[in-house]
């Protein structure tokens, strides 16, 4: 049965938690900049990609209250953009079948999630919290997208009526599903497009054009159906560069038998330590994004549909925080602010809480520069690099955890690739390296229980440098090999509760965590 949209009027509030003060754990402390300032901020815990009831892929059980509860009270996330598809929807956020069917899920979100939320909040859940939502786009020829679009205020009028713009313009939704004075308009200023790759630049470059400031488009498990080339990420960088402007690679998806997902037969498209073979490769995809200069950011995210089914025959995902966070450094307690962050690259990811602290710096005299920005530097000058980490006393598996060793990775900037030629389609930057690999015997530890790193290095050309590190040895069968991941095998036991418990104890065994860059731009003498 076709469902006309109607337009409602729904509070500003929305989707937004103004946070009140600052969440328990995270210290709010001085960012140091090059640009000559310090500006306040704190580090938050927190992802944009998991699912409630309303995808239809969830379990009924897996109410928007749930998810929450979970994120914000069991595993103490400080912020959420909850991500259901942007499909058909069959429920609302309380996990009930809609009367009279379907609806395409950007109605829902006006109809049932925003109130949700509203009622939530009126009730004094989520204190101290940032909550907006997005969606979970199906990208025309390609994959799945995390899509957010804030406008002015997360969760206001403006941002749901774009959420259904964009459905009406980006998917194969029947016309007759949206209010017939909205689609008038929008007719008026766009031309539909969901089909062919270039749909896909249509919608990022409308993003771009529309809501520059106020919207992300984020590649989730890229490697998962083998339909990206490096040549699609630099087109989606370039058409949207402030918009398009990250990967999820580590993806969601963990307590899948094969680990995120990503079940195809060739190396390429398989999980490696968990992380999506773009990101875990060194040398690899993201380092050619890196090696152009390109302010392009790795996410890690739960993917939550559910951690086991009801009828316990399946798994899929951790909860919220459950086994993955990105730590972001936050500048304010708005939505906006939890996107600027994440815009910034000042980011870090974890698998297994393996640490929870991590301070990543490179200085050059008076100059200093932490993870997204750039260091400004004169040849033949010496940069220090200092990083300082913590680890929890136990993960949330009740497991201790230690990381065995941090690995410094970086790799020379030469610019952008012009497309058409044969470096636009290049997927490996040859001058990537571990440049040095720090085990415990290289570190010290603090008055405030950080562990402690220092590095210099004379730098000669313009580079970047980031981390990664790794509960496990260098030679850990099955796991590791020369300090690189392995291949993630799958977990296939035909006893569903003893596959869980052997999916579980894999994960928490391999352990990883993944910095942003720093770039260091080198200038002649």
């Known amino acids: ?23 328990a754990d995270a210290k709010e402390t001085r960012g140091h900049h090059e640009r000559g ?57 309380d996990g009930n079948v809609i009367p009279g069917g379907p609806i395409p899920f950007s109605q829902g979100m006006i109809q049932y999630q925003a109130p949700k939320i509203k009622q939530l909040l009126d009730e004094g859940k989520y204190k101290n919290k940032i909550i907006f939502s997005g969606f979970e786009w199906d990208m025309p020829a390609y994959e799945h997208v995390g899509i957010g679009i804030l406008g002015k205020e997360a969760g206001s009028m403006e941002s749901l009526k774009a959420a259904n713009q964009f459905e009406y313009l980006f ?15 929008w007719k008026a200023q766009d031309e539909r497009a969901y089909t062919t790759s270039q749909d896909a630049r249509k919608a990022l470059a409308w993003l771009e054009k529309n809501y520059k400031n106020t919207s992300f488009a984020i ?40 680990r995120g997902g990503l079940n195809l037969t060739t190396p390429e498209n398989r999980t490696y330590g968990g992380s999506d073979y773009m990101l875990a490769k060194v040398g690899g995809t993201w380092d050619a994004l ?32 459950q086994y993955s966070k990105n730590y972001t450094w936050i ?88 497309p058409g030629t044969d470096a636009y389609n290049k997927d490996t930057n040859d001058t990537t390296k571990v440049v040095k690999r720090f085990t415990s015997k290289d570190w010290k530890t603090d008055r405030d229980g950080y562990n402690v790193i220092t590095y210099k290095v004379k730098v000669k050309k313009d580079q970047y440098f980031r981390l990664r590190g790794t509960n496990l040895g260098l030679n850990v069968p099955g796991e590791t090999l020369n300090g690189e991941p392995l291949i993630d095998p799958k977990t296939d036991i035909e006893d569903n509760e003893t596959r869980f418990a052997a999916i579980n104890k894999r994960n928490y065994q391999d352990l990883w965590f993944y910095s942003n ?9």
């Open 331 to 418: 500048e304010g307690s708005t939505a906006q602010d939890v996107l600027e962050g994440m815009r910034s690259g000042k980011s870090f990811s974890v698998y297994g809480d393996l640490i929870n602290k991590l301070d990543f710096q490179a200085r050059s005299g008076r100059n200093d520069a932490e993870m997204g920005e750039e260091l400004q530097v004169k040849e033949g000058k010496m940069v220090k690099i200092t990083i300082r980490f913590k680890s929890p006393k136990k993960n949330n598996n009740g497991d201790r955890v230690k990381v065995d060793h941090v690995d410094l990775i970086a790799g020379d900037v030469t610019g952008k690739a012009v």
């Open 37 to 93: 300032h310090h500006e306040r901020g704190q580090w938050l815990k927190g992802e944009y990609h998991a699912h409630t009831t309303q995808s239809d892929d969830a379990q009924q059980s897996q109410t928007l209250e749930l998810l929450l509860d979970q994120a914000f009270d069991k595993y103490d996330m400080d912020w959420m953009a909850v991500s259901d598809h942007l499909r058909m929807s069959s429920r609302d956020a």
């Open 219 to 258: 590649l989730n498990h890229p490697s998962r159906k083998r339909v990206y080339t490096i040549a699609d990420f630099r087109d989606f960088n370039n058409i949207a560069p402030t918009v398009a402007f990250g990967f999820e690679g580590m993806p969601g998806n963990q307590m899948e038998p094969d």
């Open 517 to 525: 860059p720093i770039f260091v731009d080198v200038k002649n003498k």
């Open 290 to 321: 890196l090696g152009e200069g390109r302010r392009f950011w790795n996410f890690s995210n739960s993917d939550s549909h559910f951690e086991i089914s009801d009828n316990r025959l399946y798994s899929s995902g951790y909860w919220p925080g």
């Open 1 to 23: 049965m076709l469902k006309v949209f109607k337009s409602m009027t729904i509070l500003a509030l929305g989707f937004t938690i103004l946070a009140q003060g600052t969440p």
């Open 171 to 185: 998917t194969d939704r029947d016309e007759k599903m949206f209010n017939p004075q909205d689609v008038a308009a």
